[in-house]
C-alpha cells in the first residue's frame, strides 16, 4: 500500500513536471522574441534565465523518472535522483544570474519598446507567479524535492520578471532604468540559486531530518505498548523522503513478542509519518521490572467484568512487581466509549493502547479490541490463570 501511494506520487510529480519544462520554453521564446523587438536588455536577460529553465525542468523530469526506478545495487531506491536533479535546477538559475549580470554591465545601453515588451511582461508575470504556487504546493504535498525546487525557480521568474515590469512601466515616465533593472534581476536569481544548491548539497551529504519531525517519531514510539524508551535514533534524508533506524528497549522476556512489536511498529510508523520510506527497528528486550495489566470491571469496587471487553464499563489498571507479583499502583478507569454504537471494538482496543498495557485479562479471544491488542504485542491473560489483586 505504502509502495503503490510512493509511485502514483511520483507519477503525478512527472506530469507536473512536464507541464513545467513545455511553460518554461513558451515563457522563454516568448520573452526572447519581445526583448529583441522592444530593445529590453531586463526583458532578454529574464528570457535567458527562463530558457535555462527548461533545461532545468529537464533534469527534474529526469530526476523524478530516475526515483522510481528500482535497482538491486541501490537497496534505499533511488529517490536522491531528485535530489540531484534540484541540484541541477541550482546550477542552471546561478548561471542565468552570471548571463543577466553580465548583460547588464556590458550590454548596450537602449530605450526599450514599452508597447512590444510591456505586455509580454505582465502576462508572463501572472504565469510565472500562479503555476510557481501551484507547483510548490504541489511539491510539498507529494514530498517532492524537485518540484518544490522548480516551483522555486518559477517564483524567482516572477520576481524578476516584477522589476522588469516595473522599469518598463517607468518609462513613459523618462525613467530609462532597463540596465538597473536586468542587475537587480541578477543579483534575484542569484540569490534563489544559492539556496537551491546549498539545500540540495546538504540532502545529498546525508543531513539527518529536521529535529522536530524526529522528536515525533520518537514520542510516537515510546508511546507505543511494551515499548521502554528509544535508545538511540539515526535519521537522514532521502530525496526529500526521509529514513529512520532506531534501537528501542522493550518490556518482555520474549524474542517473539519484540519481533512483532517492531516489525508492527515500522509497519505503523510508515502509515503515520507519510515521508518516511524506511523505518527500521532493533529490539533490546528483558524482563521489565514492573508489568502494566488492565484488567475489565464492573465498577470501581472491582469487582470483575465477565462480559465483552469493549462493553467492559470500567478498567483496574494494575502496576505489579514481575518479580514478586506485589501491586504498586492501582488505578479505576471509566470506559469512555462503553456506549458507542458503531465501531466501539476498534475505538475501545485503540484507546487501552494508549494505556500502554503489557497485559489484559480477557475471556474472548477473536473480538476486534483483542485482535488489535494482540497485533501490538499484549499479552491476553484468561481470569482463570491470574491470581486476583484486585479489592
Known amino acids: 500500500?505504502?509502495?503503490?501511494?510512493?509511485?502514483?506520487?511520483?507519477?503525478?510529480?512527472?506530469?507536473?513536471?512536464?507541464?513545467?519544462?513545455?511553460?518554461?520554453?513558451?515563457?522563454?521564446?516568448?520573452?526572447?522574441?519581445?526583448?529583441?523587438?522592444?530593445?529590453?536588455?531586463?526583458?532578454?536577460?529574464?528570457?535567458?534565465?527562463?530558457?535555462?529553465?527548461?533545461?532545468?525542468?529537464?533534469?527534474?523530469?529526469?530526476?523524478?523518472?530516475?526515483?522510481?526506478?528500482?535497482?538491486?545495487?541501490?537497496?534505499?531506491?533511488?529517490?536522491?535522483?531528485?535530489?540531484?536533479?534540484?541540484?541541477?535546477?541550482?546550477?542552471?538559475?546561478?548561471?542565468?544570474?552570471?548571463?543577466?549580470?553580465?548583460?547588464?554591465?556590458?550590454?548596450?545601453?537602449?530605450?526599450?519598446?514599452?508597447?512590444?515588451?510591456?505586455?509580454?511582461?505582465?502576462?508572463?508575470?501572472?504565469?510565472?507567479?500562479?503555476?510557481?504556487?501551484?507547483?510548490?504546493?504541489?511539491?510539498?504535498?507529494?514530498?517532492?524535492?524537485?518540484?518544490?525546487?522548480?516551483?522555486?525557480?518559477?517564483?524567482?521568474?516572477?520576481?524578476?520578471?516584477?522589476?522588469?515590469?516595473?522599469?518598463?512601466?517607468?518609462?513613459?515616465?523618462?525613467?530609462?532604468?532597463?540596465r538597473l533593472a536586468a542587475g537587480i534581476v541578477s543579483l534575484f536569481v542569484f540569490y534563489a540559486g544559492g539556496q537551491l544548491f546549498v539545500g540540495a548539497l546538504k540532502d545529498l551529504l546525508d543531513a539527518s531530518i529536521d529535529r522536530e519531525t524526529e522528536r515525533e517519531i520518537i514520542k510516537f514510539v515510546e508511546e507505543y505498548p511494551r515499548i521502554s524508551k528509544v535508545k538511540k535514533c539515526f535519521s537522514r534524508n532521502a530525496g526529500g523522503r526521509f529514513l529512520v533506524d532506531m534501537d528501542v528497549e522493550l518490556r518482555t522476556p520474549s524474542h517473539k513478542i519484540a519481533d512483532l512489536v517492531a516489525d508492527r511498529l515500522e509497519e505503523e510508523l510508515l502509515v503515520e509519518f507519510p515521508g518516511l520510506i524506511l523505518a527500521r527497528i532493533r529490539p533490546h528486550y528483558a524482563q521489565g521490572e514492573f508489568t502494566r495489566r488492565v484488567t475489565p470491571v464492573k465498577n470501581p469496587k472491582g469487582e470483575l467484568s465477565v462480559q465483552h471487553l469493549a462493553s467492559s464499563p470500567w478498567f483496574l489498571i494494575e502496576t505489579i512487581n514481575t518479580e514478586t507479583r506485589d501491586v504498586k499502583k492501582r488505578q479505576f478507569i471509566e470506559n469512555r466509549y462503553k456506549d458507542a454504537e458503531k465501531k466501539k471494538g476498534m475505538l475501545v482496543g485503540r484507546w487501552l493502547l494508549k494505556l500502554k498495557p503489557d497485559e489484559i485479562v480477557a475471556e474472548e479471544s477473536e473480538s476486534v479490541a483483542i485482535m488489535l491488542l494482540k497485533e501490538a504485542g499484549v499479552d491476553i491473560i484468561h481470569p482463570s490463570s491470574v491470581v486476583s489483586t484486585m479489592i
Open 1 to 178: 500500500m505504502v509502495k503503490n501511494q510512493t509511485e502514483g506520487k511520483l507519477g503525478e510529480a512527472k506530469k507536473r513536471a512536464l507541464v513545467s519544462i513545455f511553460l518554461n520554453l513558451f515563457l522563454a521564446v516568448g520573452k526572447g522574441f519581445a526583448g529583441v523587438l522592444s530593445g529590453s536588455a531586463a526583458l532578454i536577460g529574464d528570457a535567458i534565465h527562463s530558457a535555462t529553465d527548461v533545461f532545468a525542468s529537464m533534469a527534474v523530469f529526469v530526476g523524478i523518472w530516475v526515483a522510481g526506478r528500482e535497482h538491486p545495487s541501490f537497496p534505499y531506491g533511488l529517490y536522491k535522483a531528485e535530489t540531484v536533479a534540484a541540484l541541477a535546477t541550482s546550477v542552471a538559475v546561478i548561471l542565468a544570474g552570471y548571463e543577466i549580470g553580465r548583460q547588464a554591465l556590458f550590454g548596450v545601453q537602449r530605450l526599450p519598446n514599452v508597447n512590444i515588451a510591456l505586455p509580454v511582461a505582465g502576462i508572463s508575470f501572472i504565469i510565472a507567479l500562479g503555476f510557481g504556487l501551484i507547483q510548490l504546493r504541489a511539491g510539498k504535498r507529494l514530498s517532492s524535492p524537485a518540484l518544490t525546487a522548480d516551483a522555486r525557480d518559477y517564483l524567482a521568474d516572477s520576481l524578476s520578471t516584477a522589476v522588469v515590469l516595473l522599469s518598463l512601466v517607468l518609462v513613459p515616465f523618462g525613467y530609462n532604468i532597463d
